[in-house]
């Protein structure tokens, strides 16, 4: 049974920076990410990374956000710099299973970016 374990969202002034952390338990992950849904918009992509530690960012957030993994610990981080409101969201942990097709998503962390 997969487990994720999100933490690390929160309300924070624009400009200001947050990292979140998903810890995933229950098999061994091939690529593990984040994505976010804002009020009345689709789910989107933010950032994922590979078992290896190749990455792959939306274009939008190149440069602000950064995504690392520890395999040892099963935990994937987002590091979140230069906020602005147009970052608030749900933030999804999603992870994908060595072998598998199927993914798995966290319960989601909000963000909130606001003075």
């Known amino acids: 049974q997969v487990q994720l374990v999100e933490s690390g969202g929160g309300l924070v002034q624009p400009g200001g920076s947050l990292r979140l952390s998903c810890v995933a338990f229950?098999?061994?992950?091939?690529?593990m990410g984040w994505y976010r849904q804002a009020p009345g918009k689709q789910r989107e992509l933010v950032a994922t990374?590979?078992?290896?530690?190749?990455?792959v960012y939306a274009d939008s957030l190149k440069g602000r956000f950064t995504i690392s993994r520890d395999n040892a610990k099963n935990t994937v981080y987002l590091q979140m710099n230069n906020l602005t409101p147009f970052d608030t969201a749900v933030y999804y942990c999603?992870?994908?299973?060595?072998?598998?097709?199927?993914?798995?998503w966290g319960q989601g962390t909000q963000v909130t970016v606001s003075s």
């Open positions: 229950g098999s061994t992950f091939s690529a």
């Open positions: 999603n992870v994908r299973v060595v072998g598998s097709p199927t993914d798995y």
């Open positions: 990374v590979t078992r290896g530690g190749s990455t």
